[in-house]
């Protein structure tokens, strides 16, 4: 919340004057009975034409008083809501760009988007009304009893009687209403998630004959949300009827003791006019404050959503050590010294105790089953994740010393899941850096072997890439990715099973050009085929977490067990 | 995602008559408690009309004369009728809203089981964002209108006649007076309207495109982390950040405006009538008590008018919507199983392709003249470079998309003359990407065959090596997955899909690059598993690692669409073609 008062704080004027505004239309507005109840009293019942002329240009002239002061408001409000959620979309962007890997695990990024976008919007929405409605309500309640408490006294008792009731009746309707409303919103999601799961797993479906049994599912978490629907419905909607009502029961008393009063002579016609008047005024605006109140409810989910990112301590930030900038990567060694991790939130370690030292332009091959925390070992490189014990040295110095930046230029690392993004592929590639030259772009390409079928496309390197890389297949898109990682000419290169869509024949020049190209760039190849684990200077077999051996695969192939299974696995019998 | 798409979605519906009729078709399901409803809605106007024109006499014959006893007693009858009007409010509430809920969910359920019943093309051609925003904003968009905005127009409709009607009759000349400045106000709503519409439309485009680089970036945010271009991604959001705050800026101005303006011509209108009608009353044109009537009557007036211009947009925002889930209804199933189509029934799983040709799109062949044949219980690999056609292959068996040329037969029948369902019932896939669903670990198991036993459950993961990890979960068997299987690692997703398929206990199975995604060690679990399953079954097999294949009664090999190499896997080495070498360079080390 503390950040929401700081974004505010740049529009402390407009936030300062908007409240003034809204006090001058109500008071245009509800001044308008009053005058009113002048003209018949004293011009219609006494017969006098002069009231009823100048009273009346008073009213025209303070009608449009009232809307030039409500535009100005409208402008104000405007300018002060848009900007605040403008800025509050950059600070959360901001924000997001400076998680760590743990804390995007942690919101999922589609989670992360709804809160960007809808919940955003939600927030800016309600900074909007609150700034042209919310106080209109009370104020609009204060003027109306001020000014038939002036009318008389008594009378104005039906009205501060109506009130409190009103009040409470809205109050316990909501109060029994909004976490209906929270159901809903649970079960919607719910359903939500049905329809997204079978759009992923049509062809599973499909294949099993499952779409009756997945259409009876649906109907079903459909048939409970209407039900529930209908259910908070039905206690929100009784909101306009008992407001209605209690209005309704003030008239008939106002007019019953005002008629009353009336023929008493205490009271004029006019006045009782203008009273009934003012009923329906407030009744209007409380129905309006209702229904702010109903959407500042439907928003305090979305703020809180909104916050929740604000509020997060990036897990992974420039140490001082790292800020100052002094330490460079020159070689590219690294040392894993008792390195343990565990994920947040997670109950036990991925990775122990793990030890090794890989010298500059060591080609390293790291192999062992699903879920023995390859990929968790190789993230910490570059960390994008941080150890939780032990050190990670980087040239003899803890990664944690170095600035972030420095990491990212010279380590390049191709995910399991890589993405491309829109734009062409030439954009995509100088993702690994920006200035690149035309020239370190083919060699890159070249190296990663989709220099050719980059060209065999019509636009070649201009070639338009749909989100995500749609129109470019699996294989190509591994390729894409590589090169553009190839293109940071990195110190350290990390493969994580990159080459997977790539077929072997492919796969094996690669191997042969980044050799060549990168002789002196120490590569880490995540990999379940045999002969790239192979061709590897060393192995690491990573057996739960631990490692299990570590040595030439040569050596490894007579002493590890576990390699030896792996590589019988795979290894042929050839002619 | 969301807004994205509203640029379409807030635009005018293109067959508006059709639309309205169809959707009044599914009310028509609620005819009766529509009937009731119009009835309701007709009463509560009528009371509240009534109960604001009683202020006249109570004025005239009662108070201004001074009659105390006729007072109370019209004010009982005015109490009656508010309370009247009060409960056929709630009521009518109360019934449209099941009304409206009913509605909709009958159309989420049509749109739902229709979706499960297109052609597995439709959903590689179409954005999943977009067809997910028809269950949310469409759906959201028909439900507000008919639950409020519907019953509102009519309402408002109705009171602007009642109320009409009623000023006429206390005083046709103030009437008049008011009617001036009717057309005043709905000339200021149709400029602001007009105005606001056109910034609007602005501003949903920038939203969209905003809410694009959003989704993408968020989306790709580890390689933006390991890029570290965090910076440069900051900048350009900014850029179009503030290019939708100053579209945005001129559209919150514009449509604000609505509301005041209308408030202020309405008060105008109450002072013009105070004005007009109190000179009136000077020179007896109309009665006091008439007076006050009217004044009640000209607050009600402004407020339908300024709702019908709001509401009218709602609505046509909605018959938009209707339409977008109307095209999907629409939109072609898979084409249905022929009358005298059969089922298959306790087949031995004979598989044949003959000459075989097949694009995804007209322009592009990528299957060309294949013909295969599988015994029953035969193991069959398809071996090729990406794009060689292999996943292809797969892809018609189950008829997913339908043969150009030749044909395909199960048992020696055509499958185009079998019974879709027993067709697919009579194989199992097992895909590269692992889908999973929401619920526990034996749910999805037992997904492949439902009515399977929870041993059946078990002794499916016991063959296909899954039950060692299950096991070791949280809750076993019991553990809830959720978010596709998100806190199961790779392997362990493609293990339960695995047993999935040997719960089904199909006679025919395809394996589409089943094992790759897994490490070498638990695939030489798995592929034991595999063996046991593949046994008396007929197999089609696609795998990167020639090694998993070896054993194969036949394996094709395929380039460009088209079978250049067939054999077992001696035979083929001893070719020494395409096999050959692939084999070579995918077992030797780089010397």
Redesign the interface.
Known sequence: MKKYWEILREYKISLLISPFLVLITVLCETIQPTFMAQIIDDGVMQRDLSVVTQTGLYMVLISIAGLCISVINIYISSKTSIGFGTDLRSELFDKIQQLSFNDIDHFSSASLVTRLTNDISRIQQIVLMSMRLLLRAPMMLIMAVFFVVRINLELAMVLLAAIPVLSLSIFVILRKGFPLFMKVQQQLDRLNGVVRENLINIRVVKSFVREDFETKKFVKSSEELRDLVVRASNIVVAMFPVMQLVMNVSIVAILWIGGYKVIGGELKVGELISFVNYVMQVLMSLMMLSMIIMTFARASASSERIVEVLDTKPSLANTPEGLSDKNRIQKGEVSFRNVSFRYAGGEEDVLRNVSFDVRQGETIAVVGATGSAKSSMVQLIPRLYDVTGGELLIDGVNVKDYHLDELHAHIGMVLQKNELFTGTILDNLKWGKQNATMEEVEEATRAAEAHDFILSFQDGYDTQLGRGGVNVSGGQKQRLCIARALLLKPKILILDDSTSAVDSETELKIRRNLNALLSDTTVFIITQRVNTMQSADRVIVLEDGEVNAIGTPANLLETSDVYQEIYHSQQMTLP | ???GHSIKASGKPKEGRKTFFRIASYLSCDKGLLFVIGLLIILSIITNLL?SYM?RP??ND???P???EG??QT?FV??AI??T???A??IQ??LL??IG??T??RM??DL??K???LP?NY?DTHQ?GD??SR??NDIDRISDAL?DSLSDMLSSALTLIGIFCLMLYISPLLTLVTLITVPVMFLCARLVVSRSRKYFKAQQESLGT???Y?????????????????K???AD??VS??E??DK??KA??YS??MM??M??LS??N???I??VG??L??FRGVD?GG??AF??YS?QFGRPINELASLYNNIQAAFAGAERIFEIIDEAPEVPDDADAVVLNGIKGDVALNHVEFGYRPEKTILKNVSLHARPGCKIALVG???AGKTTILNLL?R?FDVWKGEILIDGYPIRKVTR?SL??S???V?QDT?L??GTVCENIR??R?DATDEEVVEAARLTAAHSFIKRLPHGYNTLLE??GANL????RQLLNIA?AAV?DPPILLLDEAT?????????LI?KGLDKLMEGRTSLIIA????TI?NADLILVLEKGQIIEQGTHEEL??LKGKYY???????????
């Open positions: 995602m969301a807004n109960g202020i109570i004025i009662y108070i201004i001074g009659d105390y007072l109370v004010l005015l109490a508010y309370l009007g009060v409960v409010v709630y509430y109360i809203n099941k809920q009913r909709v969910t989420r359920i739902f089981s979706m499960e019943r597995v959903f999943h067809l997910m269950y949310t639950t905003l809410n694009g959003i989704e993408e970036m968020i989306s790709g945010q580890k390689v933006v982390k390991v890029f570290g271009y965090e440069k991604v900051e959001f900014e950040n503030q939708l705050k945005s800026l919150q101005f604000g405006l005041p303006v408030q202020n008060t105008l109450y002072v013009i105070t004005i109190a000179l009353a000077i006091v007076l006050a004044l009640q607050r470079a990406t794009g189950p997913f369902d697919r019932k194989m199992a896939i895909l889908h669903f929401t997904f492949g439902l978010n596709d690692s790779q392997g362990q999935r089904a790759s995604n897994i490490d070498t060690r638990s695939e030489l592929q990167h690692r020639l090694s070896r080495l001893q070498t692939l084999n070579k360079e995918q077992f030797q080390s780089l010397a």
